[in-house]
C-alpha cells in the first residue's frame, strides 16, 4: 500500500483554498503578517483544536469568504474543498461526493440510497440522497469539510466524509445584530435577484440567557425559458428563519436550544440540448418545494474529570417534485401518436429523531478520549402520481378498450392518471462508538477507534394504474393487479479507526491513518417484469470500503505560508450500482470493487501584511477494480472503467488585498478561480444513461468598502460564463429535443449593502 501512495506524489500540484487554513499560535504582535489561525471541533473532543494540529484531511471554510461574492449554498461549499463535488437539478435537489466515491446521480425517487456525505448542523445530521437541504440563515460561525470516512465518530452516512456547518452561539452580555440587503441581475434568460437577512442578538438576562434570531428572505430568477409559453422555469423563493436561545445555567452546565425553519419552492435547472442554450419544452410547470423545521436541545455539562454533552434533533420535512414527463408517457404508451402531456408528481414527507450521548475527557495528561451512544428513528411517507389530462379517453380508443377508466380498471388515484403509488419507510439504528488517543513523548499520538452499529427498515410499496400494475387491465381481464411489496432490510457490525501523528516541530504534522467506511442496504421497487422482461431482486445489501491516507500539514517562514499535503488509497467492495432499465424503471445490485486513489494540496501564502494568496487542487483517480457485471450488457463495464460523477481533476486559487484608508476605513479586493475536469454519467459508454458532463471553470470577484459600522460591495460571479452544464440525463426515448442539460446560473453581477448595529 505504501508504495501506491508514494506514487501519487507525481501527480503533486501547485493548490489553492479560497478559504483560510489555521495554523499556531504566535505572538499578537506578529499576527497581521501571518495567516490566521483557525480552531476546529471536527474530532468532537472537549475543547476546540488548532486546525494544523488536527491529523486529517480537512478544510475550514469561513462564511464571509462566500458572502463577499453574495454566495452562500452548498454548491459554493463544494466549490471551495479538494476532492469535493456536486451535482444540482434544482432548490434541494442535490447530491454531494468526495473523493471519486460515487456511482449514480441524483434519483428523486429513490428512498433507500442512502448518502455518501453526511451533512451535520453542529451535532445535527441532516442528510438526505439527492436532496441536502440548502440553509442560507444559519448565521454560521464556520464550516468545515472533513474528507475520509467518518464513521467512527458520525456514523454509516459517512462513508465519504462529512460537511459540518457550525453556528454561532448566543450571547448573554451584549445586545447587536446585523441587516443586509443584497441586488443582482442575471444574464441571459436571468432577470433580477435579490434578498433581505437580518439577525439580532439579545441579551435576555445577562450572563445567564442569550437569544439569537436569524431571518432570510430571497428571491432568485431563472435562467431557462420554456419556449412554448415564453416563461421562466426556475424561478425560486427561499424563506427562512432560525431562533437559537442559551442558558448558561451554571459554570458547568450550557443549554442551548434552536428551531430552524426553511421555506424553498423553486423550478428545475434543466435544458433541452437540441434547443436554443438554456432552452425547454415543457408542456407541465415544473416546480419544486421544500419545507423543513429542524429543533434542537444540546446540553453540555463540565463534570470532574470528563464532559456530558447530550445533542436531541428532530427533523421534519416535506418535499414536492413535479416534472414534465409528455415525451416518456408517448413513448411508453401511445408511442407514434401526438405529445400527451403527462405530470409526473413526488410527495415526500420525512420525520427523524436522533439522540446521541457522548462523553469528552478534560483531564490534562497523555490519553484523551471520547466514548458515546447514538440512537435514530426515522419514517418517510412517499406518495408518487402521473396525472394525465385525456388519457383515459385516448387509451380507450388506442387499445380498444371501451370505457377505460385509470381509476376503476388499473386502480390510480384518479381518471386520468398513469401511474400512483406509496412508499413507506420506517428506520431504526443505534451504535456505540468510542475513540481515544495516547500521546507518547510529546510528540507521538497514537489513535484507535470503533463504532459498534445495528439497523432495520420496513419497508412498504403499492404501485397501480397502468404503469404501476403487474399485469396492467386488458379488456378481458378488467381490473389490474397492484405491485404490492413489503420488506425488511437490516445490519450490524463495525467501523474501526486507526491514526498515528508524530509532531516533527510545532509548525510540522505527519500522520497515517487507516478507517473503515459502511453504508446500509434497502430495499428496491419491485420491476413490473411484464413490462420490463427482468426479474429485479428485492432488496440490496451493504456496501463497505477501507480508506488508507497518509499527510503532512506544515507552515514556513514564520507563519506566513502553510502547505499540507494528503495522499489517499480507498477500496470500496460490494459496490451498490443503479441499474436503469429501458422500460424507466430502476433497482439497485452489489456489483464489482472500486479503487479510488489521489493527491490533495492546500497551500496560504501571506504576500504582504494585508495580501494573501491561495491554492488547492486534488487529483482522483477513481475505476473500477473489477468488472461491473449487471444483468443488462449495456450497463456492465470492465475492471478499469472511470466511475460516474467524478472529475479528476479540481483546483482553485484565491486573492484577497485590503487597502486601508483614513480613519479605519478600508477597501477589499477579491477574486476565485475554481476549475472542475469532465466526467460521465455512468460507467459503460454503452449505459443508457452515459454522456459527459463537460469541464468548467468559474471566475468570481468582489470589491468591498467598509467603513465603521457598515460596508458596501460589489461582485460578480461566473464572470467567463465557463460554468454551464452541471449534470446530463441522457433522452430516454429519442422523442424529446435532446438530452436533458442541468444549468449552472449564467454570469450574475450585483451590490449588497450591509449595516451592523
Partial sequence: MGNKLMGLSALAMVSTSAIVSGQTQTPATDRADQ???????????????????????LTAIKPESLAKFGLSGLADIARLAPSVDMQEQGPGVNNITMRGLVVRGITPSEIADASLVAVYVDDMPVTLKSGNPDLKVLDLERIEVLRGPQ?????????????????????????????????????????????????????VKEGVLGLRVTGYTGEDSGYVKNILNGKRTNDTRTDQGRVAMRLQASSDLTVDASITASSMSGGLNGAFSGLAPFTTSAMTEQRTKDDMQLYNLAVNYKMAKAELVSSTTFVHRKTLYRKSDEYNTTAFIFPGQSLIQADYTIANKLQDFAQEFRLNSTEAGPLKWTAGLFLESGKRDFWEDEPTPGMDARYADAYGFPGYSSLVNDLAFNKD????????????????????????????????GVR??????????????????????????????????????????????????????????????????FRYGGNNQPVPETLCGIQAPASFGPDQLWSYELGSKNT??????????????????????????????????????????GLEIESMVKLARRMSLGFNAAYTDAKARTAIVTPLEAQ???????????PRLTASLSFNYTVPLADSDEVGIAATYSYRGNSYT?????????????????????????????????????????????????????LQPGDTIYMARPRTVGVRVKARF
Fill in 35 to 57: 495567516i490566521e489561525r483557525i480552531e476546529v471541533t471536527a474530532s468532537r473532543s472537549a475543547r476546540a483544536e488548532e486546525i494544523q494540529q488536527v491529523p486529517m484531511a
Fill in 151 to 203: 464513521g467512527t465518530l458520525y456514523g454509516a452516512g459517512a462513508m465519504a466524509g462529512t460537511i459540518r456547518q457550525i453556528t454561532q452561539k448566543p450571547d448573554a452580555d451584549s445586545m447587536f445584530g446585523s441587516f443586509e440587503a443584497v441586488g443582482s441581475s442575471t444574464s441571459g434568460n436571468g432577470g433580477a435577484n435579490g434578498n433581505l437577512r437580518g439577525m439580532v442578538n439579545i441579551p
Fill in 417 to 448: 392518471d398513469q401511474f400512483s403509488g406509496t412508499q413507506e419507510s420506517r428506520s431504526r439504528q443505534a451504535a456505540l462508538f468510542a475513540e481515544a488517543t495516547y500521546t507518547l513523548w510529546d510528540k507521538l499520538d497514537l489513535t484507535a
Fill in 452 to 517: 459498534l452499529f445495528t439497523q432495520s427498515e420496513d419497508f412498504k410499496l403499492r404501485f397501480t394504474g397502468y404503469y404501476g400494475n403487474t399485469p396492467a387491465a386488458t379488456v378481458d381481464a378488467p381490473v389490474g393487479t397492484p405491485n404490492v411489496v413489503s420488506s425488511k432490510a437490516s445490519a450490524r457490525g463495525g467501523n474501526p479507526r486507526f491514526a498515528a501523528a508524530y509532531h516533527l516541530a510545532p509548525e510540522h504534522l505527519l500522520y497515517a491513518q487507516a478507517g473503515k467506511g
Fill in 556 to 597: 514556513f517562514l514564520n507563519q506566513r505560508v502553510s502547505l499540507n499535503v494528503a495522499a489517499f488509497l480507498i477500496d470500496w467492495e460490494k459496490v451498490q450500482v443503479a441499474n436503469y432499465l429501458p422500460c424507466s424503471y430502476y433497482y439497485t445490485q452489489n456489483a464489482g470493487k472500486i479503487r479510488s486513489q
Fill in 636 to 646: 456492465s463495464a470492465p475492471a478499469g472503467t472511470r466511475t460516474p460523477y467524478a
Fill in 682 to 734: 455512468d460507467f459503460a459508454p454503452t449505459g443508457s444513461n452515459y454522456a459527459e458532463i463537460p469541464s468548467s471553470s468559474m471566475l468570481n470577484a468582489a470589491l468591498s468598502y467598509k467603513s465603521g459600522k457598515y460596508e458596501f460591495g460589489l461582485f460578480g460571479t461566473n464572470l467567463s460564463n465557463r460554468t454551464r452544464v452541471v449534470d446530463v440525463t441522457r433522452d430516454p426515448n429519442g
